[in-house]
């Protein structure tokens, strides 16, 4: 018995080490070396300042930014708290909020029809990116409160519009926090 014993602590130690230690720093090494960005979080830093993450999403209200997709994370945008509302179609409150985003929407553009993901929260809340044509609605705004041209605003939402990934996987999308640091660089502002 005690040598079954000492075998099992043997193990235990063995594959503590190997499994909790050297595994774990291994890729964490190589996640480092190869792909430093992605492994940090992709964080964004401007004169040695943290303003974001451009995979995760941050509300942005003044009129002269874009506005991300509604955020039903938390109190909105909070990391620790990731999820979709779970409401269905036939909720209230979902109609609710929906109804106060689209009038709120709808100020950038009366009488146009609202890009849906200006209305509705990504599965995460999270979402840092919205479509190409949300962008194109708030273009007028966003060029009136900087006093830029439609043209150049329009030209930054093409430098930062995302294609399908390999061709083929997910939609194009803008992402909002990469457009709107850009617009500040252009237009003197801070976010």
Same mark, same amino acid.
């Given at each position: 018995?005690?040598?079954?014993?000492?075998? /099992?602590?043997?193990?235990?130690?063995? #594959?503590?080490?190997?499994?909790?230690?050297?595994?774990?720093?291994?890729? #964490?090494?190589?996640?480092?070396?190869?792909?430093?960005?992605?492994?940090?979080? &992709?964080?964004?830093?401007?004169?040695?300042?943290?303003?974001? =993450?451009? @995979?995760?999403?941050?509300?942005?209200?003044?009129?002269?930014?874009?506005?991300?997709?509604? =955020?039903?994370?938390?109190?909105?945008?909070?990391?620790?708290? =990731?999820?979709?509302?779970?409401?269905?179609?036939?909720?209230?409150?979902? @109609?609710?909020?929906?109804? #106060?985003? +689209?009038?709120?929407?709808?100020?950038?553009?009366?009488? #146009?029809? @609202?890009?849906?993901?200006?209305?509705?929260?990504? /599965?995460?809340?999270?979402?840092?990116?919205?479509?190409?044509? /949300? +962008?194109?609605? &708030?273009?007028?705004?966003?060029? $009136?409160?900087?006093?830029?041209?439609?043209?150049?605003?329009? &030209?930054? @939402?093409?430098?930062?519009?995302?294609?399908? &990934?390999?061709?083929?996987?997910?939609?194009? $999308?803008?992402?909002?926090?990469?457009?709107?640091?850009?617009?500040?660089?252009?237009?003197?502002?801070?976010?």
């Amino acid at each position: 018995m005690r040598r079954n014993l000492v075998i /099992a602590v043997r193990y235990t130690f063995l #594959t503590t080490l190997l499994f909790g230690l050297a595994y774990p720093a291994v890729v #964490t090494g190589a996640a480092q070396l190869l792909f430093k960005k992605k492994a940090n979080g &992709q964080l964004i830093y401007q004169n040695n300042v943290l303003v974001g =993450s451009s @995979i995760l999403g941050q509300a942005f209200t003044g009129p002269a930014y874009f506005h991300s997709r509604p =955020s039903v994370a938390g109190a909105g945008y909070d990391a620790a708290n =990731s999820s979709g509302s779970n409401l269905g179609p036939s909720s209230k409150k979902l @109609i609710d909020r929906m109804s #106060t985003d +689209a009038g709120i929407a709808q100020a950038d553009q009366p009488g #146009t029809a @609202i890009p849906v993901d200006l209305v509705t929260a990504s /599965a995460s809340g999270l979402d840092p990116h919205i479509t190409p044509a /949300a +962008a194109e609605f &708030q273009v007028t705004r966003v060029s $009136r409160e900087r006093h830029i041209d439609e043209a150049n605003v329009r &030209q930054a @939402i093409s430098r930062h519009t995302e294609e399908r &990934q390999l061709g083929f996987l997910g939609e194009p $999308r803008v992402n909002v926090l990469e457009l709107n640091l850009d617009l500040n660089s252009v237009s003197g502002r801070g976010k």
